[in-house]
């Protein structure tokens, strides 16, 4: 990147220095686990002027993903974010309101056919041809279908949108259903990454998108569409209190003494073994050093995981076995005890032989007395 | 009968009993060496197997390799048939001292040998226990059987004083040569129950190993069986022990003898391998001896030797001729002992991929035993009369 | 011949009565019962998580030492079996790729290895000195060693591999599970039970345990049911959602019946159980045992005979 392109840029999104913006783009190639380079590479994408259109549907949602995302607070991020992509489309967020909105959605998926980004965040109603959650006049549904079509791909944000979400807990009146699901069954076929959580960090997101907009295609994706830098390990593998876990020690009463020594949260219902998110390590939100849930001492409400958050119960304990185990494992059958070696073996037949030997010699001594 | 038996004489530090020493002193280093730092450091023994060679080889097979003693007694003061006396010393002698060094190997291979007393004190005897029978009975026969021998002792002390280290040279044993000699049938008759009892019982050993032990091998008849051969061995090494001595010792076999005892084998053999091979059938696991595992294939080795021993000595012509006497009791002595090791750790499977196979330091300890053994024997044949005189014809 | 098949008739008589014994098993020793009061533990395979909690709790209660499977690298406590130095262990099944849990093929499941605590024990009935007793009241099996002489007997016996025997030491003794005798002594319960998270190890009453293992062999798959964790009869419980069972529960009867019982999702032999009969083996042996030796009548009979044929034969040869 030269330093000529950085000044267009930084005047742009408003006093970043050059070091503080390189250095966000390296973080954020080593939270996906790219190499090195990469962060210069990320840093190059962000500052070219052709920024990827992105339009942003809200479904049956509260707003919380792009609460969370607003609240980033490296060095003005909001800022980057939105000059580094080109938001079109935002009901939160745009300036127009009401018909120019949608004329504003309208025209940019015209004009960027096939390249945009479809950022969903919501639940998406089914039931009743999609009557429960209607923008302007139509079902959210609809305008899902239309608009997917012409994505290039689609990132679904949230819970909602991901797998469902609380609008989808039983008994799930408004037939919420998620974003792939939906495409799916309509035979859309764009490319859909989930970045599930209530709410999602929004690094997750952020890298997400900056992965794409540098290298032009969609992360490594795990088998429910999440990308694996972000979801590949569960909570419970990377957790602060698992040697707690490992040894037995648990808190068993909210207040009690082993809660208060800080021990592992398992039987207060914590769903960490059961999540993938990386919580542990990146922590929930952009709240500050050590602030996720199971550091604050309330166990993992498994809000990412279809399935767990909202579904189960919150005290009900979480199944562990969602992972094969590793081979460190001894096995119910193990080669075992001391067999048969070089030396021994050697020794059995010499002694073997001396005895074959023996035999003969007295046997052949009885033969020529019998000549006799 | 005194008549019957004479010391051979000779050297006693020949070269061969200077190999034999060396092996014996080697063993004794690893038996050291398995005192100070425990078993593990000598043998293969583990938490799967147990017990190896030295319960299979050394308590097993040798007790009955060293029935001879116990199936001349059967013949000799049951059946009455007193001409075979003079085979009965050199077959006790045999035993005295399969018997004595199977229990030092047991002291060995027991992990806590410094309460072994345990076994003889009522507090803790288990009545139940099959080992607790074996344990009482080869201890106590161990003595019996050093008491059936001990004429030959007096005997030598008396007649051939010259022959016997100084300090043996002034003691007189008359007094208890003949308190021995009056109640000396109390002892046959106690050295004839007790391997009767452990010899069955070291059969019945195995039964509580259960399914652990290859449906070729575990059997209710496990006692029997192992009686039956036992004698059997007993009678072999009888045989073996006469003709290998003539052939060492360069005199004519007792021939007359040996076949008659030789005559015997056939019957107990060939009932051995009746109730074998019935009983397998019968329950059913015949299919398991055509597996081509190493179970079936020792299942075959061991019943082949078995039927070798039966070809060498049931044609009555072979009985007068001593090398198939010799090749019978050779295989006989060997279907038996391949038959223990099978029972006792071939086909023993504990399950989960446990394997052993004896040590260096087993084999070798093992290889000391049957070193010393042959020593003693042949330092009390030379010194004692135990070995019959030659035939004067 | 001169030995006649009459002569050879009477040798084979002394041997008719091991015959006998082999061949009568009207004579069986009665089989053992459970005790009333008999404590035990039940480890459900598909509640287990393999977090081996239970191990590190074993190892803390019972003072034991790390053992190491890899003594080129004996950084880790890694054992291969339960051991000299270990008395429970979580052991893997695995299948191709292991993927999912209480499924044989290309799955995986957990299997718990400790004593077993037979109803009729066979370590107990081979024990030549009584090192190995059961508790008259809650059926515990456990170890003396003032009395143990180091025969390994018990090892050859038992069919679950559990005793084990301190091979590397000059002065060795037997290890074994004794369900934390001194943990109960004290009104606690086994470390293993009490610490495992999940309640897949569970201690009580052997006869509540069975009735809890029956009542979750008629749970149906995919329903939410209560598991009791720790103690089968205390307080603390799990919502747990159900998993196929193999119906049967492991160690009612077999072996004779234990006081250790297993549930769990992929058959028994494949996690490393052993197919037993319902006839002990202790009870097997004792049978013949106690046919031939009966208040040691038999062998003084036989000896009585003995004395007189030896005692009239010797004086012949005189």
């Known amino acids: ?372 | 009968m005194s008549e019957e038996s004479k010391p051979i004489g000779g050297e006693i530090l020949t070269k061969p009993f200077k190999v034999l020493m060396g092996f014996a002193l080697f063993a004794g280093l690893l038996v050291l060496i398995r005192f100070v730092l425990g078993i593990g450091a000598v043998a293969n023994l583990s938490d799967g197997f147990p017990w190896g060679i030295w319960i299979a080889y050394d308590v097993v097979a040798g007790t009955a390799i060293a029935c001879g003693g116990y199936s001349m007694a059967l013949l000799v003061y049951v059946l009455n048939k007193g001409e075979y006396h003079p085979l009965v010393r050199p077959a006790l002698l045999a035993s005295v001292f399969g018997y004595t060094l199977a229990a030092i190997s047991i002291f060995i291979d027991i992990g806590r040998y410094w309460q072994a007393y345990n076994m003889f004190t009522p507090w803790y005897s288990n009545v139940n226990s099959v080992m607790l029978e074996v344990a009482v009975c080869i201890g106590s026969y161990v003595g019996v059987l050093w008491i059936e021998f001990s004429p030959a002792f007096f005997e030598g002390m008396e007649k051939y004083k010259s022959n016997m280290p100084k300090f043996l040279q002034n003691i007189n044993v008359s007094g208890i040569h003949k308190l021995v000699k009056k109640y000396l049938f109390f002892f046959i008759a106690l050295g004839i129950l007790l391997p009767t009892m452990h010899q069955s019982s070291l059969g019945t050993l195995m039964v509580i190993a259960g399914k652990k032990l290859s449906p070729l091998w575990q059997t209710r008849f496990l006692p029997l069986l192992f009686l039956i051969s036992a004698i059997t061995m007993g009678y072999a090494i009888v045989v073996f022990e006469a003709i290998y001595a003539s052939v060492g010792f360069k005199h004519a076999p007792e021939t007359n003898l040996l076949s008659k005892i030789t005559g015997l084998m056939p019957w107990l053999i060939g009932i051995y391998l009746v109730i074998r091979m019935v009983d397998i059938v019968a329950r059913g696991v015949i299919g398991l001896a055509f597996r081509f595992d190493l179970n079936s294939l020792m299942f075959w080795i061991e019943i082949a030797s078995f039927v070798v021993a039966l070809a060498f000595v049931l044609p009555k012509a072979n009985r007068t001729v001593p090398r198939k006497m010799f090749l019978g009791a050779v295989f006989m002595l060997l279907a038996g002992t391949i038959y223990r090791f099978d029972a006792f750790f071939i086909s023993f499977n504990p399950g989960n991929n446990w394997s052993y196979f004896p040590s260096f330091g087993e084999i070798m300890i093992t290889l000391g035993m049957i070193a010393f053994e042959i020593m003693a024997y042949l330092y009390i044949v030379k010194k004692f009369p135990v070995l019959p005189a030659p035939e004067h014809a | ?318």
């Open chain 3, 1 to 318: 011949m001169e030995i006649k098949r009459r002569d050879f008739l009477k040798v084979a008589a002394a041997g008719g009565l091991i015959a006998a014994s082999s061949a009568t098993p009207v004579l069986a020793r009665e089989p053992k019962g459970r005790l009333k009061e008999a404590v035990g533990l039940l480890y459900d395979s598909t509640v287990c998580t393999g977090c081996k909690a239970c191990v590190s709790a074993c190892k803390q209660y019972n003072d034991m030492p790390q053992s190491s499977s890899t003594p080129q690298d004996p950084l880790w406590d890694n054992p291969l079996d339960t051991d000299s130095k270990t008395y429970n262990i979580i052991k893997l099944y695995k299948n191709g790729t292991g993927e999912v849990k209480d499924r044989e093929k290309d799955g995986h499941a957990y299997i718990k290895r400790q004593c077993m605590h037979c109803v009729d024990p066979a370590c107990m009935s081979a024990c030549p000195v009584s090192a190995l007793q059961k508790d008259p009241k809650s059926g515990v099996v456990s170890y003396d060693k003032g009395a143990c002489i180091g025969c390994r007997y018990c090892q050859v016996a038992c069919p679950f591999n559990i005793p084990k025997f301190e091979f590397e030491k000059a002065f060795p003794r037997i290890q074994k599970c004794q369900l934390c005798s001194h943990r109960l002594a004290r009104n606690e319960i086994a470390a293993c039970a009490e610490f495992c998270p999940t309640g897949a190890t569970v201690f009580g009453k052997v006869e509540d345990l069975l009735a809890e293992a029956k009542r979750r062999l008629a749970y149906k798959p995919g329903e939410y049911r209560k598991y009791p964790v720790a103690r089968v009869d205390g307080k603390e419980t799990t919502e747990r959602l159900v998993t196929p069972y193999v119906q049967k529960v492991y160690g009612e009867r077999d072996g004779g019946g234990t006081q250790t019982l297993y549930l769990a999702g992929v058959s028994f032999e494949k996690l490393g159980l052993p197919v037993l009969d319902e006839e002990s083996d202790a009870r097997r042996t004792e049978t013949i045992q106690h046919t031939l030796y009966k208040g040691m009548i038999a062998p003084i009979v036989f000896l009585g005979g003995l004395i007189y044929v030896v005692h009239r034969n010797t004086k012949d040869h005189k």
């Open chain 1, 1 to 372: 990147m030269k330093n000529k392109d950085f000044k267009t840029f930084s005047t742009l999104v408003g006093g970043v220095s050059r070091r503080d913006f390189l250095k966000y783009c390296t973080i954020m190639a080593s939270s996906m686990g790219l190499p090195l380079g990469a962060g210069a590479q990320i840093a190059e994408a962000a500052v070219n002027p052709k920024r990827p259109p992105v339009i942003w549907l809200s479904a049956q949602e509260c707003t919380g993903c792009t609460e969370s995302l607003l609240r980033a607070t490296h060095p003005t991020l909001e800022h980057l974010i939105l000059d580094l992509i080109s938001l079109d489309y935002h009901e939160t967020l745009s300036t127009p309101s009401g018909h120019q909105a949608e004329e504003a959605r309208a025209a940019s998926i015209k004009e960027n056919k096939g390249k945009f980004i479809l950022v969903v965040d919501g639940s998406i109603p089914v039931k009743d041809n999609g009557i429960y959650c209607k923008i302007a006049g139509r079902p959210v549904v609809d305008i899902l279908k239309e608009t997917a079509k012409d994505a290039f791909a689609i990132i679904a944000i949230g819970s909602c949108s991901s797998w469902g979400g609380v609008p989808s807990a039983d008994p799930n009146p408004t037939g919420a259903s998620p974003v792939h699901k939906v495409l799916a069954d309509a035979g859309i076929k764009t490319p859909v990454v989930s970045i599930p959580g209530c709410p999602p960090n929004p690094y997750n997101f952020l890298s997400t998108v900056l992965y794409f907009v540098t290298f032009k295609k969609l992360p490594e994706l795990d088998s429910k569409a999440r990308p694996m830098f972000a979801y590949g390990r569960l909570i419970h593998e990377n957790c602060e209190r698992r040697p707690h876990f490992d040894a037995g020690r648990f808190a068993t009463e909210f207040g009690d003494d082993n809660h208060r020594k800080g021990f592992c949260l398992y039987k207060l219902g914590c769903k960490g073994p059961e999540t993938f998110n990386n919580c542990p390590s990146l922590l929930f939100g952009d709240t500050g050093a050590g602030t996720w849930p199971v550091g604050c001492g309330h166990p993992c409400f498994g809000c990412s995981e279809a399935g767990v958050g909202f579904h189960k119960p919150l005290f009900t304990k979480a199944s562990l076995h969602l992972v094969t185990p590793p081979d460190t494992y001894p096995h119910t059958s193990e080669q075992q005890g001391r067999g048969a070696g070089i030396v021994n073996v050697a020794v059995a037949a010499a002694a073997a032989g001396a005895a074959y030997a023996a035999v003969k010699k007295v046997a052949g001594k009885l033969g020529e007395d019998e000549k006799k």
